[in-house]
């Protein structure tokens, strides 16, 4: 995979640099054109599963990747949490990053054995509501908060690690 850098100026180290990727599976839900599965090898993730629903960043992410066998590119828009439980039976990832624009609030409908099956999940909310309903759910499952970063206005990355 050739370098990227962040093409929106994020700094991947400030938001997802608080967690050890050394030999883990990491599923990047909202991978865009391969930016932050990029950032996940170079933190020596053994294995990134780049899940992004958009086409045109489908599309560059695919040119981004250039064969490199680290990264499985799966083209699918989440809509449910039945897109979360499937994702995460088939491919059984040690973390989760999860970036999709809203639609993370699926994840409070997800099944609790499926959802408690990574060590960790990374999630970007978009709104006071959505965080705390995560971070309720995360927690009622067996998770600890252990990482509150606020991106911008009522945008937060919430960082979930297994108690």
């Not at 950032?39 to 294995?47: I, P, R, V």
């Not at 695919?62 to 088939?90: C, H, M, Q, Y």
């Amino acid at each position: 995979m050739k370098p990227l850098k962040s093409w929106n100026n994020e700094d991947f180290e400030a938001e997802y640099g608080n967690v050890d990727y050394k030999d883990k599976v990491v599923m990047d839900i909202g991978a865009e054109i391969g930016t932050t599965a990029y950032f996940f090898l170079t933190k020596g993730a053994k294995e990134v599963i780049a899940v992004e629903g958009y086409e045109p960043y489908f599309r560059e992410l695919i040119r981004n990747i250039n064969g490199d066998s680290r990264v499985k590119p799966i083209n699918l828009w989440i809509t449910s949490e039945k897109d979360f439980e499937k994702l995460i039976e088939e491919y059984n990832p040690d973390i989760v990053k999860v970036d999709i624009e809203g639609a993370e609030i699926s994840l409070i409908k997800v099944n609790p054995k499926v959802l408690s099956r990574p060590s960790i999940w990374i999630i970007e909310t978009h709104s006071l509501e959505t965080k705390d309903a995560i971070t309720n759910k995360f927690i009622n499952v067996g998770y600890k908060l252990t990482r509150e970063f606020r991106f911008a206005g009522s945008i937060y990355i919430l960082t979930f690690e297994k108690r």
